[in-house]
């Protein structure tokens, strides 16, 4: 299964300001709740784990459980002193790890 | 001369409570408040959380429990000496009582998140804040559930 991240935030900003990110991924988050036709359960896999990061230094995680929905939307703020990178992680509970990164300029 | 140890009313309510898991929880724990009260000790330990700072914002009604969203903001300052550390948020009538636990720094800039959630059924959502100089506050919303979002 692709994962793929969508991020919005601001090409550009302040020295001081409070930005606000959003981010998705597609993933089903199955929750290990539910069961198939036959009635089998159908095994838990969700994004378990999510961080974002800004030239190095971490700004926000979240930890997740099956409660949050399909392709987990996360929308948060960061305080930009200078310009520099972002980094996603995205977490699966096999162990795959997404990752994305976002630019901005800080004048 | 008892037949039973069971009152009428005890035999409604254990009716009532296997209707409900049977329809909306099938095959899993018990949800309760009794579970979500459990994680809030897990979590916060003998502390006792006070009331403000915390809003949360949700739908009243939620027509589709697949997908709710919520967005919870606590007031801070959000500066190296004084910060919101953790914001824990805790459904009390899904299977299980956790939903996420978003953890902040002086660099969030804002305690503020919003996301989408799943609801199984009509329930209060528990929204906890462990501020930096160890104070934990809270609270409590309700959202009316038409379908729940925990399939079959």
Not at chain 1, 67 to 88: D, H, M, W
Not at chain 2, 14 to 40: F, I, R
Not at chain 2, 77 to 103: C, E, L, R, W
């Amino acid at each position: 299964m692709s994962i793929k991240p969508r991020i919005k935030l601001p090409a550009e900003a302040k020295k001081g300001d409070v930005v606000e990110i959003k981010t998705m991924v597609q993933h089903p988050m199955e929750s290990g709740q539910r069961k198939d036709s036959s009635g089998k359960p159908i095994p838990r896999k969700i994004i378990n784990k999510f961080a974002c990061t800004f030239n190095g230094k971490p700004v926000f995680e979240t930890k997740m459980q099956p409660a949050i929905s399909a392709n987990p939307y996360l929308a948060f703020f960061a305080k930009v002193e200078e310009s520099g990178t972002f980094e996603f992680t995205w977490t699966d509970d096999d162990g795959t790890v997404t990752t994305e990164k976002a630019q901005i300029k800080v004048a | 001369m008892r037949k039973s140890e069971l009152s009428r009313r005890e035999v409604l309510g254990l009716g009532l409570a296997a209707g409900v898991g049977l329809t909306l929880l099938p095959g899993t724990a018990d949800a309760s408040v009794e579970n979500a009260t459990k994680m809030l000790t897990d979590l916060i330990g003998s502390k006792q959380p006070q009331p403000g700072k915390i809003r949360i914002d949700m739908p009243q009604i939620a027509e589709n429990g697949n997908a709710v969203p919520l967005t919870v903001s606590v007031e801070s300052p959000m500066t190296a000496q004084s910060y919101v550390k953790a914001v824990h948020v805790i459904a009390d009538g899904n299977p299980d009582a956790g939903v996420a636990t978003f953890t902040f720094t002086p660099m969030s800039g804002k305690a503020e998140v919003a996301t989408r959630m799943r609801l199984a059924t009509t329930q209060k959502i528990w929204a906890v804040a462990e501020m930096s100089d160890g104070a934990v506050h809270m609270e409590k919303t309700e959202v009316k559930v038409t379908i729940g979002g925990c399939g079959g």
